[in-house]
């Protein structure tokens, strides 16, 4: 049983443009969500976070919005870099931080 | 801030010996510590859930006797694999967090590549 979902297996943009990376989730008592980066054999960095009291929260090019209703969330980038070619998980907590639950990630190529 | 170091970054084995992995916290105290497993092409597949000084909480479907799991401190948890298979063959990965509070709830490490010939 998936709770957190990410649909596209991967995303293609040209460099310059906007990258959406989306993640669905089912579990209500989510109330935390996470946006990771990562490379091939290395382990996730950290990029932005999101509590479920806000509906959005930017970080220099990166922006995560939260639809709480939806139970959706987003992540934008931009402009989009070639740098930024990986792959994107997105991730959900409850309050307590016990246990982080993860999508199956979104391969992003981003082209010169 | 926040490091977590992961070691050793991969390991070749024979099948039926066994390989301990280590993840330490370098510059914060980790109230629990995950270790996830991800195979190609997948997503991460979180594998326990460990605290310090009690028992791991395995996740529906992991062999806690194949992969046995010790949080020393609350600087360190280990993994070993036990007796290993080609199918253990995998990238394993720890995390740590510390706790509600923090910006980046959850530092992974680098990961760790498993070969089992």
């Known amino acids: 049983d998936q709770q957190v979902k990410q649909n596209s297996p991967s995303l293609s943009v040209q460099e310059g443009r906007i990258s959406i990376l989306n993640c669905d989730y089912t579990?209500?008592?989510?109330?935390?969500f996470l946006w990771y980066k990562k490379y091939p054999a290395e382990g996730p960095t950290f990029l932005i976070s999101i509590s479920s009291i806000k509906d959005k929260n930017e970080d220099g090019r990166f922006t995560v919005f939260l639809n709480k209703s939806a139970k959706h969330l987003s992540l934008h980038i931009v402009p989009s870099q070639p740098g930024d070619s990986a792959v994107y998980f997105c991730?959900?907590?409850?309050?307590?931080?016990?246990?982080?639950?993860f999508g199956s990630g979104t391969k992003l190529n981003v082209k010169p | 801030g926040a490091v977590v170091s992961q070691h050793p970054s991969w390991v070749i084995c024979k099948s039926g010996t066994s390989v301990k992995i280590e993840c330490r916290s370098l510059?914060?105290?980790?109230?629990?510590m995950f270790w996830y497993r991800q195979f190609p092409k997948q997503s991460l597949m979180l594998m326990a859930t460990?605290?310090?000084?009690?028992?791991?909480?395995?996740e529906q479907g992991v062999e806690k006797d194949k992969f046995l799991i010790n949080h020393a401190s609350l600087t360190l948890s280990t993994l070993t694999v036990t007796s290993a298979h080609p199918e253990d063959s995998s990238f394993y990965i720890c995390?740590?967090?510390?706790?509600?509070?923090?910006?980046?709830?959850?530092?992974f490490g680098n990961g760790t590549r498993l070969t089992v010939t």
């Open positions: 460990s605290n310090e000084g009690s028992k791991a909480t395995y």
């Open positions: 991730a959900a907590t409850t309050y307590n931080f016990n246990k982080f639950y």
């Open positions: 579990n209500s008592m989510f109330d935390y």
């Open positions: 995390s740590a967090t510390k706790g509600r509070g923090d910006n980046s709830p959850l530092h």
């Open positions: 510059d914060f105290q980790a109230t629990t």
